[in-house]
């Protein structure tokens, strides 16, 4: 009987320590996106506004067409799910877990650096836009308003 208290002091907390070691570290995979984003954003608008206008664009061919080509893109965001929204000029990049179900990054073309990390959110975001192409129209027009007026 001594025997076995002594082994499951000793094992226990081995076993416990091994198996949460293997245990995914969404976090840190998410992390590891944040500086390859911006580079396949502007790839897929690259592919949005210089591609044949006379073929329709599916979002999901849309993101394999713009990496075909970058190979440090295609293993980047290997096993990750990547939805596309867009119009003709600008899109928003979001990057799923590999699940599917919760959303870890969001980048839209119009801006400078990732919009969302939504892998640092409590509750988990849910993979679902948050972001609008349409949305860049609006922020255009606001910068062209002029800030100084005339009498």
């Not at 206008?53 to 965001?77: C, H, N, S, Y």
Request: charged share 20%; glycine share 4%; proline share 9%.
């Amino acid at each position: 009987m001594k025997t076995y208290s002594i082994a499951s002091f000793v094992f226990a907390p081995l076993i416990i320590l091994v198996v949460g070691g293997c245990s995914p570290l969404t976090p840190q995979q998410a992390e590891s996106l944040v500086t390859p984003l911006p580079k396949l954003t502007t790839a897929v608008v690259a592919e949005i506004r210089y591609r044949d206008t006379g073929i329709p664009l599916r979002d999901d061919q849309l993101v394999v067409d713009a990496i075909k080509d970058k190979p440090e893109l295609q293993r980047a965001f290997a096993g990750y799910p990547i939805k596309v929204r867009h119009d003709s000029k600008n899109a928003v990049i979001l990057v799923c877990s590999p699940d599917g179900k919760w959303a870890w990054l969001e980048d839209a073309s119009w801006t400078l650096g990732v919009d969302h990390m939504w892998y640092l959110s409590k509750p988990p975001h849910p993979a679902t836009f948050t972001l609008e192409p349409a949305q860049a129209k609006v922020r255009n027009a606001k910068k062209m308003e002029p800030v100084y007026r005339a009498n």
